[in-house]
């Protein structure tokens, strides 16, 4: 066959058939076929460290080359026999695409790129996504809670007692604005010394030693027009050199306060972020006015050598604790989570799912009212500390819909609440109307496998959803009443077609099965806010 530059461009597409995939024209036909059979693989591609066999196969007489990836099937070690090119090759440890492209006589007869999906779980990354987006959602939650929501804390006592938060923070601030304001009436200055050559005319003849310093040089010094003598020739005095004392405001101790005020803003820029963040960001635009006030505008940050004295004015002793307690207020969340370890992120899948449940509802319309037992505010800041077994919830509201959101709750058999032996789901949702009250567990396993090239939830996770749904009640008069309506388990997994075709995926209306959510993607989000809609709100 004679080959002729077509008009058409040569970019071609794999397409799966019974031995892998294929991709071909009328000059060339490229397979592709996994070397384990039992490999899977759908219209996506294949899987991440697959060996694969490659076969080329031309219809053209003359020189035909190969490159996969850049690289020439001869360097990889293909076997060329006539028209025909065969050889083997992996898929390699990274997810994206392999490049294909096939040349005859110099020209490009085909291209075509082979997808490569991830065959196991990117702890690293999902690791670093869920604890991101865990402080956003947390920090968020905070400053969403109404102003009379108490966050327990002892700071105020040894047993610990409730806190209005957003309150604290707002006398905090005003403190620090007052305090700041009497800093500026008065601020600490002290003397410094400069000295300069004046004319005698201008010289004030405050300092002594002015004629000493300038005796010592002789720059101004001026010829007498009365007397021709040299070389002692007789001179006029006309410059003085003298030291002069002022009062600065660029002090160590201002230039601490500076620096202090300087990072307490940067925090409070990121903090603004967040909706619902009136105080900070009130307090962010008065500090932004006294940086800018011309008692503190030509001030420099405090550098390494700059040491505060011991005995210090009252009103900065005040004004840095004000901002050192509003800096751990307003720091990054910590604890619960944020403790957690790269090995710890199965765990960390399940305060992440916690979190972006609560979120969902917020977008749905829910405003959070309580916070029972879920932030702490000690000296280090609000600390995330969800325990488990220990009633952590939040309770959000929209109209008469109440829902609270707990977090590994326990239902002990001793008090009835479980048949058999203790249960302890990771999630359960309680949402209360004026008429009706239903309950609904959720179980976040960072765990999946392959069905058929996509990935479905554990056999042995579903039998747990069923478990919950049989055991988790009330007996009331030697009755026992079921009181789940559904029970769901999360995996990290994209939203796949023919996962909607599975068992466990047509179960969810049904009040069982398996629901996709993967960090960091925004389809199985939408996927949850769509299911929450449908089968979980009233």
């Keep these: 066959m004679k080959f002729t530059q077509p008009n058409r461009t040569m970019q071609t597409h794999f397409v799966p058939n019974t031995n892998g995939f294929v991709a071909e024209n009328e000059y060339v036909r490229l397979q592709i076929s996994p070397v384990n059979p ?13 060996e694969c066999n490659v076969l080329i196969r031309t219809h053209l007489e003359g020189e035909t080359l190969c490159h996969i990836n850049r690289q020439s099937t001869q360097s990889l070690g293909f076997i060329s026999d006539n028209n025909t090119q065969w050889g083997r090759i992996n898929t390699g440890d990274r997810p994206g695409q392999i490049a294909f492209r096939i040349q005859h006589n110099g020209q490009t007869i085909l291209s075509a790129n082979l997808p490569i999906r991830p065959a196991k779980l990117d702890y690293e990354n999902d690791y670093q996504t869920m604890r991101d987006e865990i402080q956003h959602i947390a920090r968020a939650l905070v400053f969403a809670l109404p102003k009379h929501a108490q966050i327990h804390t002892q700071l105020t006592g040894k047993r610990g007692t409730p806190v209005d938060f957003l309150q604290l923070v707002e006398q905090q601030s005003t403190h620090l604005i007052q305090t700041l304001q009497a800093i500026l009436k008065r601020p600490h200055r002290q003397l410094t010394s400069h000295t300069e050559t004046r004319p005698i005319s201008l010289a004030t003849g405050r300092d002594p030693n002015a004629l000493t310093h300038l005796a010592r040089n002789t720059t101004h010094w001026t010829t007498s027009p009365k007397t021709q003598l040299k070389p002692f020739s007789i001179q006029n005095l006309t410059h003085l050199q003298e030291t002069q004392r002022h009062p600065t405001t660029n002090t160590a101790v201002n ?43 030509n001030i420099p940050r405090a550098q390494c050598n700059d040491a505060i004295p011991i005995y210090l004015d009252d009103r900065y ?18 604890g ?27 977008r749905l319309g829910f405003s959070p009212q ?10 280090r800041g609000i600390i995330l500390s969800p325990t488990q077994g220990e009633p952590s919830a939040i309770h959000l509201q929209n109209n008469t819909t109440h829902i609270r959101c707990l977090y590994n709750p326990t239902y002990t058999a001793a008090s009835g609440r479980s048949l058999t032996h203790d249960l302890r789901p990771d999630i359960v949702i309680e949402i209360q109307t ?17 069905h058929k090239g996509y990935w479905i939830p554990l056999r042995e996770d579903i039998d747990k959803m ?42 969810l209306p049904h009040g069982i099965g398996g629901l996709p959510l993967l960090p960091g993607d925004s389809n199985t989000l939408n996927i949850l806010s769509n299911h929450i809609t449908h089968h979980i709100l009233p």
């Design 370 to 379: 309580v916070d029972k037992n879920l932030f702490h505010l000690t000296q």
């Design 336 to 362: 619960g989570p944020f403790d957690l370890s790269y090995r710890d992120t199965p765990t960390l899948y399940e305060y992440w799912t916690y979190f972006t449940l609560i979120q969902t509802f917020q």
């Design 38 to 50: 039992n490999i899977p693989f759908t219209n996506e591609g294949l899987t991440e460290e697959t």
């Design 434 to 450: 004026q008429t009706t009250r239903t309950v609904h567990a959720f179980d976040a396993k960072y765990r999946r496998e392959d």
């Design 317 to 334: 002793q005040t004004a840095f604790i004000l901002i050192r307690n509003l800096n751990h207020a307003l720091a990054p969340i910590e």
């Design 255 to 297: 230039r601490h306060l500076i620096s202090n005020l300087h990072q307490l803003t940067r925090r409070l820029r990121a903090i603004t972020q967040h909706p619902k963040t009136d105080p900070c960001r009130q307090l962010h635009k008065r500090l932004q006015q006294i940086l800018r006030h011309r008692t503190f505008h």
């Design 466 to 507: 069923h478990a919950y749904r049989d055991a988790v009640g009330q007996v009331i008069q030697d009755n026992f009443q079921r009181t789940l309506k559904s029970a769901i388990v999360f995996f990290p997994a994209e939203n796949n077609i023919p996962y909607q075709t599975h068992a466990f995926f047509k179960s």
